[in-house]
């Protein structure tokens, strides 16, 4: 018997409002069982935000609460010495078992240079005075 309820197709309008909705809100809160200490959390928060909220249960918020810590250790650690190199290690674990790598939340590789390409191709594009276009004042 399953326990979870049917998830939205997410090209559906159903989904596309849930979204809206779950954007408007602000990160997810760790556990009450759960420590993220405030140097950790802004990390917390990004990685929180890195899946759809409603993807989110207890065990996933508890590895992704020693992520942030682990990124927050990351941060006063040398870079070079044998902690950093065992933190990254771990966070790369941590982002894989949670699934907020990159492959997980933008897609495969070819995918991404695809979308870059066409980033930089918008960049250099000045187009033509008849067609306005959005510009960084």
């Known amino acids: 018997m399953k326990l979870t309820a049917k998830r939205k197709r997410s ?3 159903a989904a596309a409002i849930a979204a809206t909705q779950a954007a408007a ?4 809160s760790p556990p009450a069982h759960v420590l993220v200490p405030d140097g ?3 990390f917390w ?9 409603d993807t989110w249960n207890p065990v996933d918020m508890a590895s992704a609460a020693n992520l942030a810590r682990v990124q927050f ?5 040398p870079v070079g010495s044998d902690d950093h190199a065992k933190l990254t290690r771990l966070a790369l674990a941590l982002t894989r078992a949670i699934a907020v ?12 240079a695809k979308g870059a390409e066409l980033e930089r191709s918008a ?9 306005p276009r959005l510009r960084a004042v």
């Open 11 to 13: 090209d559906s309008a």
């Open 25 to 28: 809100l602000p990160p997810l």
């Open 40 to 42: 950790a959390r802004p």
């Open 45 to 53: 928060d990004a990685i929180v935000q890195a899946r759809p909220r």
């Open 73 to 77: 250790a990351l941060e006063a650690a």
């Open 101 to 112: 790598n990159t492959v997980a939340t933008v897609g495969r590789s070819a995918d991404i």
């Open 123 to 131: 960049r250099q594009d000045d187009g033509d005075d008849l067609i």
